[in-house]
């Protein structure tokens, strides 16, 4: 099978502008195939190459991290087996977000509880295949709503201000993927960074400070350009701010040394005890690791 995009970073460093503290969670990351035993999905826009729990693990010691949340791609589609895989490889030390259809019973929802996870994604960028109906997507929100899951949405910076009426009708948490992919080229005075912001007064909303190296403008680190979006919204609400790497890193311009995602956050907070609270309190207060 031919692979569509890039592998992670071979040898990525360990961190250098801060030890993790015990506890930190990886909040946004994936795992791909193997494809022998995990295939990916026939509609897939991408097809990555295999990088499977193994590889994360090796990650995970490199960096000096203690958890993680998988968060279902769409190159698997529906099928989250390889997630659940990881799940239970992880025995409590990971969580999950996966992707589901109207095809998904309760039971198969409250087996995908059971196994670690904890909410669903949609995709509402334009390269992934766009935004979902949204009749399905109400239906599929009321359906996971009582298992106490929340939404992760992922959307195109330009299209976050449509959207301010759906958000507003959320029945329950929801986290915005990656700064909302912004612009950092386009100024903190930006619509949709505004439109971020603005939704960052509501309890129900949290974000990821995620995605540097796609958000950048140079491409590569030290992201500073990154650095003031990130510091803005830590600064709005630092009690719904989770943080990831996004390994392996689908569809990038360039591939990052994830390393170099881990020691931005000393620029992102700078406060020791602001960033414990993105790195370890956050996600425990989302995702309840060790009681699926």
């Not at 993680?68 to 990971?94: E, I, P, W």
Request: aromatic share 10%.
């Amino acid at each position: 099978m031919e692979r569509t995009i890039s592998p992670p970073h071979p040898s990525p460093h360990p961190p250098t502008a801060f030890a993790p503290p015990p506890g930190t969670t990886d909040a946004h990351c994936h795992v791909f195939g193997p494809a022998h035993r995990f295939p990916f999905a026939p509609e897939a826009t991408y097809t990555p190459p295999d990088a499977g729990i193994d590889d994360f693990e090796v990650l995970q010691e490199r960096l000096g991290l203690s958890r993680a949340v998988f968060v279902q791609a769409s190159c698997h589609g529906t099928d989250n087996a390889a997630m659940v895989d990881a799940l239970v490889r992880g025995k409590g030390r990971y969580a999950g977000v996966a992707m589901i259809d109207e095809s998904f019973s309760e039971a198969d929802i409250g087996a995908l509880h059971d196994a670690g996870v904890r909410g669903t994604r949609f995709n509402f960028v334009a390269h992934l295949g766009g935004a979902p109906e949204l009749e399905v997507f109400w239906r599929l929100v009321n359906r996971v709503q009582p298992f106490g899951w929340h939404i992760v949405l992922h959307f195109d910076a330009k299209d976050l201000p449509k959207y301010a009426e759906l958000l507003d009708r959320m029945p329950c948490p929801y986290v915005i993927d990656h700064m909302a992919r912004i612009d950092a080229n386009a100024g903190l005075d930006q619509e949709p960074f505004g439109a971020l912001l603005e939704l960052m007064r509501d309890e129900r909303a949290w974000v990821k400070v995620s995605g540097a190296e796609r958000l950048t403008a140079d491409g590569g680190p030290p992201y500073d350009d990154v650095v003031p979006y990130a510091q803005a919204l830590i600064a709005a609400a630092p009690d719904r701010i989770l943080w990831g790497t996004d390994w392996p890193h689908p569809n990038v311009r360039h591939m990052p040394d994830d390393g170099d995602l881990v020691d931005v956050l000393a620029s992102f907070a700078p406060d020791e005890g602001v960033r414990r609270q993105i790195l370890v309190a956050n996600p425990e207060t989302l995702y309840d690791f060790g009681c699926g």
